[in-house]
């Protein structure tokens, strides 16, 4: 069973920066988007950014001009640059791979932790 595995959360200052990365245990093929979403406690899991096969991207409006979604075909990997981190972006940060199946990966879960 593939499993998405993350990393590069932590606790930053606001204003500062932090990048998620996410890599599949194995490769997946036929893979349609990258995403990621985000939790904060009490709230209901969002969208953040995602990115398609053909590298079109999206975002939420709370994160537009501030997060980057990217990704490496040939690593199979996406990665989110987050710059001036506001306090309201804490959260579990979860990874998402989804095929033309429409079957969905999702990675354990990252915590952001930004400090005011």
């Known amino acids: 069973q593939v499993q998405l595995v993350e990393s590069g959360g932590g606790l930053v200052q606001a204003g500062g920066s932090l990048r998620l990365s996410c890599a599949p245990s194995r490769r997946i093929f036929n893979m349609k988007s990258m995403g990621w979403y985000r939790q904060a406690p009490g709230k209901q899991r969002e969208l953040v950014a995602v990115i398609s096969n053909y590298g079109s991207t999206n975002y939420a409006d709370s994160v537009k001009g501030r997060f980057t979604i990217s990704r490496d075909n040939a690593k199979n990997t996406v990665y989110l640059q987050m710059n001036s981190l506001k306090p309201e972006d804490t959260a579990v940060y979860y990874c998402?791979?989804?095929?033309?199946?429409?079957?969905?990966?999702w990675g354990q879960g990252t915590q952001v932790t930004v400090s005011s």
């Open positions: 998402n791979m989804k095929d033309w199946n429409d079957f969905n990966y």
